[in-house]
């Protein structure tokens, strides 16, 4: 039986709840793992946590700063095969309460965040011709849902890059695609689950009845990531216990 590659997988917002699973799954299988995020104090902590992974400051929506960090995580790992952009922010409010401000918030750390991001990846990945590039977009840029205008703008921005950027590089060997989750037990959505009613809800919203778990995600990136996915590319993959494509089932 052949041995399994190590994989060198870049994480972009690796303090995050679906980054820390990320990188605990991939590294417990033996794949070498570097990590990308803004200064704050789960950054801090996230770095006490692991002071032996390559992990570099950089702010997403900054162009030049990302990709010097970003040349700094791949020659730590001495190459990259993957990068998963984990990097993201919730804001619920109907449009008329919205101030530009907060929308462009929205724009830059979900949507901007995600092309930046893009471009440095390509950079040693268009040379190598190979490589793997993983988004994180949002059920909610494919199904309509009350006070998330500006979050599934910024989602389904982030879809049309995926296959619009597929297709530019799909000559080179490189697959771009995304996942489209639901709610998930993550510190970003913690203060949209803060009281019992909040969580009730929101498990209600999804027919299988319950929020989903980071883990559940970065396995769903894992195979994306890896060579079983192969001939995948361009696509999105909803992963939230049903709620994008069945009704949960009323009470009698």
Do not use: C
Not at 4 to 23: D, F, H, M, N, S
Not at 119 to 135: N, S, T, W
């Amino acid at each position: 039986m052949n041995e399994r590659k190590r994989r060198k997988v870049v994480i972009g917002g690796i303090a995050g709840g679906l980054g820390r699973a990320l990188a605990a799954r991939l590294q417990e299988q033996g794949d070498q793992v570097a990590g990308l995020g803004r200064e704050s104090e789960r950054w801090e902590a996230f770095r006490s946590d692991h002071p032996d992974l390559p992990a570099f400051a950089a702010d997403a929506r900054d162009g030049e700063a990302w990709a010097t960090a970003f040349r700094a995580a791949v020659d730590a790992l001495d190459g990259v095969d993957a990068y998963v952009h984990a990097i993201g922010n919730i804001a619920l409010k109907p449009a008329h309460l919205m101030k530009d401000d907060e929308f462009r918030e929205v724009l830059e750390t979900n949507l901007t965040s995600a092309f930046i991001a893009l471009r440095a990846a390509l950079e040693p990945m268009r040379r190598q011709k190979h490589g793997v590039i993983v988004f994180v977009s949002s059920v909610a840029a494919g199904s309509g849902l009350a006070n998330h205008e500006a979050i599934a703008a910024a989602k389904a921005g982030i879809e049309g890059l995926v296959r619009a950027s597929a297709a530019t590089y799909a000559s080179l060997g490189l697959r771009i695609n995304a996942i489209a989750p639901g709610m998930m037990d993550t510190p970003a959505a913690g203060p949209l689950l803060a009281s019992d009613a909040a969580q009730q809800l929101s498990a209600r919203l999804h027919p299988l009845g319950r929020i989903g778990q980071p883990t559940e995600a970065a396995a769903l990136i894992d195979w994306l990531i890896g060579p079983d996915a192969g001939w995948v590319t361009g696509q999105i993959w909803n992963l939230d216990g049903g709620m994008s494509s069945i009704l949960p089932k009323p009470k009698l």
